[in-house]
């Protein structure tokens, strides 16, 4: 299917695609637009492993002076600002060497469907966890990540019905407050988190009211809208409402499951591992996203009951039943890890089987030489 996008921000329109339009002038014609894809996502991991590393559990910030060194919260400013340069210019470059491909397509989508958790995942370190004084709760850091899904799956399934991706405006807004926050806590230092700036709420306290507002007064009804319009225009891809709602079944079975772990597990599991849990739900949201995504563009159905339900029902209740006592934690390695590596396989089977059936290299302009 065609691919076709809608981008209304004004942030976007009037401001950052001026900027994408010069930064694309740089890149030489041979370098294929997947090797950008890639590039952004590396540095997006390679700057959550450097903060994991410093800040395992999300207190370095809490103390003060903070434990992070001044140069890793720069060099974040500096990979999320590269990251979201990539990611706004593969396209303009795919479309530039006239190399746009569904698989192209799909290694962006499919790719932003994991760093949107990377980037939320990363952003925690900045305000650091609940210390009695200050910084963010890790149920609070639960609900946030979910909402920043909720929202990127909204787009996908109204892609699914519409045909049409329509360009969150979330997007370019916390991509700038991202990357302004990384530069503020590395020229200010942490202690700007941990001061109420405005009738005793704090920075944080604000950007959470400010997501949530995002998505529940201004993504989600948009995205009801233009299915709605979709609908009254007789476009609408699937005919009934049983195919149309058939996408959330899964991203919202896997949420419940998720959430039932937090709110019942004897060894409060997201109090005490809250990287790997919190990672964990990332890398399953966005395989089971993935699966939407090449449905979406198949136009075929995707299945009831993804996969990572069943052994996620079951580590479930094996955790929340006392089953496992102790062992929580090493059960909730394991399965990450476990489901990290699925993740990563499946990107690679789909990549390896597209480029064959599209007789393309991935990270190379050349075509493939027929047998």
Same mark, same amino acid.
């Given at each position: 299917?065609?691919?076709?996008?809608?981008?209304?921000?004004?942030?976007?329109?009037?401001?950052?695609?001026?900027? *994408?339009?010069?930064? &694309?002038?740089? !890149?030489? $014609?041979?370098? /294929?637009?997947? =090797?950008?894809?890639?590039? #952004?996502?590396?540095?997006?991991?390679?700057?959550?492993?450097?903060?994991?590393?410093?800040?395992?559990?999300?207190?370095?910030?809490?103390?003060?002076?903070?434990?992070?060194?001044?140069?890793?919260?720069?060099?974040?400013?500096?990979?999320?600002?590269?990251?979201?340069?990539?990611?706004?210019?593969?396209?303009?470059?795919?479309?530039?060497?006239?190399?746009?491909?569904?698989?192209?397509?799909?290694?962006?989508?499919?790719?932003?469907?994991?760093?949107?958790?990377?980037?939320?995942?990363?952003?925690?370190?900045?305000?650091?966890?609940?210390?009695?004084?200050?910084?963010?709760?890790?149920?609070?850091?639960?609900?946030?990540?979910?909402?920043?899904?909720?929202?990127?799956?909204?787009?996908?399934?109204?892609?699914?019905?519409?045909?049409?991706?329509?360009?969150? *405006?979330?997007?370019? &807004?916390?991509? !700038?407050? $991202?990357?302004? /926050?990384?530069? =503020?806590?590395?020229?200010? #230092?942490?202690?700007?988190?941990?001061?109420?700036?405005?009738?005793?709420?704090?920075?944080?306290?604000?950007?959470?009211?400010?997501?949530?507002?995002?998505?529940?007064?201004?993504?989600?009804?948009?995205?009801?809208?233009?299915?709605?319009?979709?609908?009254?225009?007789?476009?609408?891809?699937?005919?009934?409402?049983?195919?149309?709602?058939?996408?959330?079944?899964?991203?919202?079975?896997?949420?419940?499951?998720?959430?039932?772990?937090?709110?019942?597990?004897?060894?409060?599991?997201?109090?005490?591992?809250?990287?790997?849990?919190?990672?964990?739900?990332?890398?399953?949201?966005?395989?089971?996203?993935?699966?939407?995504?090449?449905?979406?563009?198949?136009?075929?159905?995707?299945?009831?009951?993804?996969w990572v339900l069943f052994p996620l029902a079951?580590?479930?209740?094996?955790?929340?039943?006392?089953?496992?006592?102790? $062992?929580?934690?090493?059960?909730?390695?394991?399965?990450?890890?476990?489901?990290?590596?699925?993740?990563?396989?499946?990107?690679?089977?789909?990549?390896?089987?597209?480029?064959?059936?599209?007789?393309?290299?991935?990270?190379?302009?050349?075509?493939?030489?027929?047998?």
């Amino acid at each position: 299917s065609q691919y076709s996008a809608v981008d209304t921000n004004p942030l976007s329109v009037y401001i950052m695609q001026p900027i *994408w339009d010069k930064i &694309i002038k740089i !890149v030489p $014609l041979w370098i /294929a637009p997947n =090797l950008l894809t890639f590039s #952004g996502f590396a540095m997006i991991l390679v700057n959550y492993f450097l903060l994991s590393f410093y800040d395992w559990d999300y207190t370095a910030s809490g103390t003060s002076p903070g434990l992070v060194p001044t140069w890793v919260w720069l060099f974040s400013a500096f990979t999320t600002f590269c990251a979201y340069a990539l990611d706004s210019i593969d396209g303009k470059h795919a479309r530039r060497t006239q190399s746009s491909t569904p698989l192209g397509e799909l290694f962006d989508h499919g790719l932003d469907s994991w760093a949107t958790s990377i980037f939320v995942l990363s952003f925690f370190s900045v305000c650091s966890r609940d210390t009695g004084k200050t910084g963010v709760s890790v149920y609070t850091m639960y609900i946030y990540l979910s909402i920043v899904l909720f929202n990127f799956m909204c787009s996908h399934w109204e892609k699914y019905n519409t045909g049409v991706l329509f360009l969150p *405006w979330g997007y370019d &807004i916390s991509q !700038v407050v $991202l990357i302004a /926050a990384y530069l =503020l806590t590395g020229t200010v #230092g942490v202690e700007i988190w941990q001061k109420p700036f405005l009738f005793g709420y704090y920075i944080t306290d604000a950007l959470v009211i400010l997501l949530i507002g995002f998505s529940l007064f201004l993504s989600f009804p948009q995205t009801l809208y233009n299915i709605h319009r979709a609908h009254v225009k007789k476009t609408l891809k699937n005919d009934s409402l049983y195919e149309g709602l058939l996408p959330l079944v899964s991203p919202l079975l896997l949420f419940l499951l998720l959430t039932v772990w937090v709110v019942l597990s004897p060894g409060n599991i997201l109090a005490k591992q809250p990287r790997l849990f919190l990672w964990l739900v990332g890398v399953a949201f966005s395989n089971v996203i993935c699966k939407v995504i090449i449905c979406q563009m198949s136009s075929t159905q995707p299945e009831l009951f993804h996969w990572v339900l069943f052994p996620l029902a079951l580590v479930v209740s094996a955790a929340t039943s006392g089953l496992l006592g102790c $062992l929580e934690e090493v059960m909730l390695a394991g399965f990450t890890l476990l489901v990290t590596a699925a993740h990563v396989h499946y990107g690679l089977c789909v990549g390896v089987q597209l480029s064959e059936h599209l007789n393309i290299y991935i990270f190379s302009l050349k075509k493939r030489v027929q047998e």
